[in-house]
């Protein structure tokens, strides 16, 4: 009998689906994996911290009190900008320190055992969290005052004639130049720093690559890039060719340097919301007339970087409101949607314009951030959302938490797995111990055998159901929560089961890839008034 319980258990398991992560994509419908995340950006104190030099034990509280707020709005991920300027929110010998975090860059931290970012990571993840680190590659100063910048940065430590093949001023500030190598293997070791020495979930870079064409500013002599074009060992005819190609190399071997490191920490992009016009280019152009556009002002070259798979994700800056005829929100997403070369699609929307943009009016109206999130949930090649930023969701900007809270984000979500990043498979939990007390039901699990990478748990899910059967484990309605990351206790008490009524638990247990292994066998329970009674038997499953 214990046999064919067994097997019809397993044949049960088949007729699953295989995959967790598919799930109905029905517009209005919550989605049980879902990207929910904020930019949190540091840059002149717009999120966080709320004023340069403030003790190490006020950023703490500041920190905290964000993530918070973002974790009761069921956010399941923070994008926070730790390289605003050529400058660091962490400890390193070779990194100054940010003037947006110390007041002076390079001053020490008042708390010689603190370390802003190691914190932050923490944070994020006992709130079960993931944090990506947020960086500006090519951003070297916030203004031209060099004086201000600590001994260590390179523009102050360099010697006058590699300073000049490596940095280039335009407009008030200063610029790491794509097209010198050494730049480029600088940046690629600030990585390597950052990934090495941090348990960050992943490295995010964000739309600035070339800077953006200032009105009376003339580039391209600010780049001063014609001679290093026309001596080159390439084989370009055109400079936008090989100025694009200066910002492939970087992305290609920032990503191999993750891979070889740490495969599964994804690399992603928030590239300016529009690739190409039409006009430019009729068949890879959206139906825009935007004035800037990634590939031919900025030298990016986002699609590349997606077919090629330097990048396990895009998440596009679509920062105009559906409607809006030179850049159409709508229209936007539709065309990024079917661009995706197979990675992950996160649209990316612009919070910062909510009841605050005069030339786009349909800002002002309360339900265009709803409208955005439901036509990209309705989208099957959409995984998710990132807001810029932080600021005007905590400051509930036209009821906008409120609805996040309420409607869009009533349940919590899931991050979206990414398999091709999985060697294996995580192991599979057995519910070894149930029992209770007059307010709870507990649930302990274990696992069988020793375990390395992929295998090795990262954290669990449990699901609950309602009366003696399996129901649909790709419904969010059905997620009873998730364990914290790195959890040394396979522990949950269920504060919200009802004396007298029965309940079906499952574990499922998830890997930095957050791959979703195997359901454990189901435990049945009936809630009773002095805990909770296990019951051996059981014969039916519900589907």
Same mark, same amino acid.
């Given at each position: 009998?214990?046999?064919?319980?067994?097997?019809?258990?397993?044949?049960?398991?088949?007729?699953?689906?295989?995959?967790?992560?598919?799930?109905?994509?029905?517009?209005?419908?919550?989605?049980?994996?879902?990207?929910?995340?904020?930019?949190?950006?540091?840059?002149?104190?717009?999120?966080?911290?709320?004023?340069?030099?403030?003790?190490?034990?006020?950023?703490?509280?500041?920190?905290?009190?964000?993530?918070?707020?973002?974790?009761?709005?069921?956010?399941?991920?923070?994008?926070?900008?730790?390289?605003?300027?050529?400058?660091?929110?962490?400890?390193?010998?070779?990194?100054?320190?940010?003037?947006?975090?110390?007041?002076?860059?390079?001053?020490?931290?008042?708390?010689?055992?603190?370390?802003?970012?190691? &914190?932050?990571?923490?944070?994020?993840?006992?709130?079960?969290?993931?944090?990506?680190?947020?960086?500006?590659?090519?951003?070297?100063?916030?203004?031209?005052?060099?004086?201000?910048?600590?001994?260590?940065?390179?523009?102050?430590?360099?010697?006058?004639?590699?300073?000049?093949?490596?940095?280039?001023?335009?407009?008030?500030?200063?610029?790491?130049?794509?097209?010198?190598?050494?730049?480029?293997?600088?940046?690629?070791?600030?990585?390597?720093?950052?990934?090495?020495? &941090? /348990?960050?979930?992943?490295?995010?870079?964000?739309?600035?690559?070339?800077?953006?064409?200032?009105?009376?500013?003339?580039?391209?002599?600010?780049?001063?890039?014609?001679?290093?074009?026309?001596?080159?060992?390439?084989?370009?005819?055109?400079?936008?060719?090989?100025?694009?190609?200066?910002?492939?190399?970087?992305?290609?071997?920032?990503?191999?340097?993750?891979?070889?490191?740490?495969?599964?920490?994804?690399?992603?992009?928030?590239?300016?919301?529009?690739?190409?016009?039409?006009?430019?280019?009729?068949?890879?152009?959206?139906?825009?007339?935007?004035?800037?556009?990634?590939?031919? /002002?900025?030298?990016?070259?986002?699609?590349?970087?997606?077919?090629?798979?330097?990048?396990?994700?895009?998440?596009?800056?679509? =920062?105009?409101?559906?409607?809006?005829?030179?850049?159409?929100?709508?229209?936007?997403?539709?065309?990024?949607?079917?661009?995706?070369?197979?990675?992950?699609?996160?649209?990316?929307?612009?919070? =910062?314009?909510?009841?605050?943009?005069?030339?786009?009016?349909?800002?002002?109206?309360?339900?265009?951030?709803?409208?955005?999130?439901?036509?990209?949930?309705?989208?099957?090649?959409?995984?998710?959302?990132?807001?810029?930023?932080?600021?005007?969701? @905590?400051?509930?900007?036209?009821?906008?938490?409120?609805?996040?809270?309420?409607?869009?984000?009533?349940?919590?979500?899931?991050?979206?797995?990414?398999?091709?990043?999985?060697?294996?498979?995580?192991?599979?939990?057995?519910?070894?111990?149930?029992?209770?007390?007059?307010?709870?039901?507990?649930?302990?699990?274990?696992?069988?055998?020793? @375990?390395?990478?992929?295998?090795?748990?990262?954290?669990?899910?449990?699901?609950?159901? /309602?009366?003696?059967?399996?129901?649909? @484990?790709?419904?969010?309605?059905? @997620?009873?929560?998730?364990?914290?990351? &790195?959890?040394?206790?396979?522990?949950?008490?269920?504060?919200?089961?009802?004396?007298?009524?029965?309940?079906?638990?499952?574990?499922?247990?998830?890997?930095?890839?957050?791959?979703?292994?195997?359901?454990?066998?189901?435990?049945?329970?009936?809630?009773?008034?002095?805990?909770?009674?296990?019951?051996?038997?059981?014969?039916?499953?519900?589907?």
């Amino acid at each position: 009998m214990r046999f064919l319980f067994s097997f019809l258990f397993l044949i049960l398991l088949i007729a699953l689906p295989s995959k967790a992560y598919s799930q109905d994509r029905r517009p209005g419908d919550p989605l049980k994996n879902e990207m929910r995340a904020v930019w949190v950006a540091t840059v002149a104190n717009i999120d966080w911290p709320s004023s340069p030099g403030l003790s190490s034990e006020r950023q703490k509280a500041e920190f905290d009190s964000l993530l918070d707020v973002l974790k009761a709005m069921n956010m399941n991920a923070v994008f926070v900008q730790i390289r605003p300027a050529g400058d660091a929110f962490y400890k390193s010998k070779t990194v100054p320190l940010s003037r947006f975090l110390v007041g002076k860059q390079g001053t020490a931290l008042d708390d010689s055992l603190y370390d802003p970012l190691t &914190y932050m990571i923490k944070a994020t993840h006992d709130r079960r969290m993931e944090f990506h680190a947020w960086m500006n590659p090519f951003r070297a100063s916030w203004d031209l005052d060099t004086a201000k910048l600590d001994s260590i940065h390179p523009l102050r430590a360099l010697s006058p004639a590699t300073k000049k093949q490596w940095f280039y001023q335009y407009g008030t500030k200063w610029y790491f130049n794509p097209a010198n190598p050494s730049v480029r293997l600088y940046l690629v070791n600030v990585v390597k720093d950052v990934l090495l020495r &941090y /348990d960050v979930d992943g490295i995010h870079f964000d739309d600035y690559f070339y800077p953006y064409k200032e009105s009376g500013l003339n580039l391209d002599a600010a780049l001063d890039d014609y001679n290093a074009f026309a001596s080159g060992n390439h084989s370009y005819t055109d400079i936008g060719d090989w100025r694009r190609a200066n910002v492939n190399n970087l992305i290609e071997n920032v990503s191999k340097t993750i891979k070889k490191y740490k495969p599964y920490v994804k690399f992603g992009i928030s590239p300016f919301g529009v690739y190409r016009n039409k006009d430019r280019d009729p068949v890879n152009g959206s139906n825009t007339r935007a004035g800037i556009t990634c590939y031919d /002002d900025l030298y990016a070259d986002i699609l590349l970087w997606l077919k090629n798979g330097w990048v396990d994700y895009v998440a596009p800056q679509i =920062y105009w409101s559906a409607g809006y005829a030179p850049a159409d929100f709508e229209v936007l997403l539709d065309w990024w949607s079917k661009h995706t070369y197979g990675k992950q699609l996160y649209i990316g929307h612009a919070a =910062y314009k909510i009841n605050n943009s005069p030339n786009d009016p349909h800002w002002a109206e309360p339900e265009e951030m709803g409208r955005q999130i439901r036509m990209a949930r309705a989208n099957a090649n959409v995984d998710g959302s990132i807001f810029f930023s932080a600021r005007p969701l @905590l400051k509930n900007m036209l009821g906008v938490q409120d609805s996040l809270i309420a409607t869009l984000y009533k349940q919590p979500a899931l991050m979206p797995p990414m398999a091709y990043l999985s060697k294996a498979t995580p192991a599979t939990a057995t519910v070894c111990r149930v029992k209770g007390t007059p307010s709870t039901v507990q649930l302990t699990w274990n696992l069988c055998g020793l @375990l390395s990478g992929d295998e090795m748990p990262f954290y669990y899910a449990l699901y609950r159901f /309602d009366g003696e059967g399996i129901g649909n @484990l790709n419904s969010p309605r059905n @997620l009873l929560a998730v364990t914290p990351f &790195y959890s040394e206790k396979w522990y949950f008490e269920d504060y919200t089961a009802v004396e007298k009524e029965y309940y079906t638990y499952v574990v499922t247990s998830f890997n930095r890839a957050n791959v979703e292994g195997n359901p454990s066998d189901p435990v049945f329970v009936k809630k009773t008034k002095k805990g909770a009674k296990k019951k051996k038997k059981f014969w039916g499953y519900l589907f």
